[in-house]
């Protein structure tokens, strides 16, 4: 078994009738969520913030699963906090969106709300294209890791980008965009000026064919693509809280 990297592992802390679901990005770990989450428990919230299966230990492991594993392990999340909390909510950043957005394609508006936070649900670079002929003459590109504007900050991400877990992601995003318009969940995006990782293609996609009424984004102005961990994160946190909070009045 491997090792799980330090602070890299689950978090489920909190209490009460208003759930979140905090959902890392692609090669990343609990690590980038792990202020945010606890952040939401200090705010009242009963909090979910599992390891995808892959994640936090080696690019290798993360090679060896794909959709179906990091799909699995929300969905299981999902439903366990729904049968303890009133309203269940979703915090994702970058591929934890394309996760959060197909909770809200399959289970409606017991997806009560969403925060995506650089949503990565496509991408337009043409090595993309031919991905299935390139996972079979190299495991792995270089990756891009710890896109922070603020020092001293680690993701505790992958410096590797495993191509077969990426082709997994990439077949999948074909049926998760055709089944965006069934997405009616309140949705909030923040989505950072400047981002290394990710381009504009997915916040344009998830605004031009999502149907929700609450779709919203807002700028920020200070961080790069793991704006959870950047200058802007206390901006998410309050933000996020303050949304949940009014979805779940009206």
Not at 124 to 134: A, F
Not at 152 to 172: F, I, K, N
């Amino acid at each position: 078994m491997r090792t799980v990297r330090p602070a890299a592992e689950p978090y489920h802390a909190g209490t009460g009738p208003l759930g979140v679901l905090v959902l890392h990005g692609f090669t990343g770990s609990p690590v980038s969520m792990r202020p945010w989450a606890e952040h939401l428990v200090a705010d009242g919230f009963r909090v979910a913030l599992p390891r995808l299966p892959g994640h936090g230990t080696t690019w290798q492991d993360l090679n060896t699963t794909g959709w179906p594993d990091w799909y699995g392990t929300a969905e299981l999340e999902f439903t366990a906090l729904a049968a303890e909390c009133s309203h269940v909510f979703i915090a994702a950043l970058s591929m934890g969106a394309s996760l959060a957005l197909r909770l809200a394609e399959r289970y409606g508006n017991q997806v009560a709300g969403m925060v995506l936070v650089n949503p990565f649900v496509n991408q337009k670079d043409p090595r993309l294209l031919v991905l299935p002929l390139l996972r079979r003459v190299a495991p792995s590109f270089p990756g891009v890791v710890n896109d922070i504007a603020k020092p001293g900050q680690d993701e505790g991400g992958y410096s590797r980008l495993p191509l077969t877990a990426m082709a997994s992601l990439v077949r999948a995003w074909r049926e998760l965009h055709a089944d965006l318009p069934a997405v009616t969940s309140p949705v909030l995006i923040y989505r950072s000026r400047t981002d290394h990782t990710v381009d504009t293609s997915s916040v344009s996609l998830i605004m031009a064919k999502a149907s929700s009424v609450h779709l919203s984004l807002r700028t920020l102005p200070r961080s790069y693509h793991v704006a959870t961990l950047d200058y802007d994160a206390e901006e998410i946190f309050t933000g996020s809280s303050d949304f949940f909070r009014q979805l779940a009045k009206d």
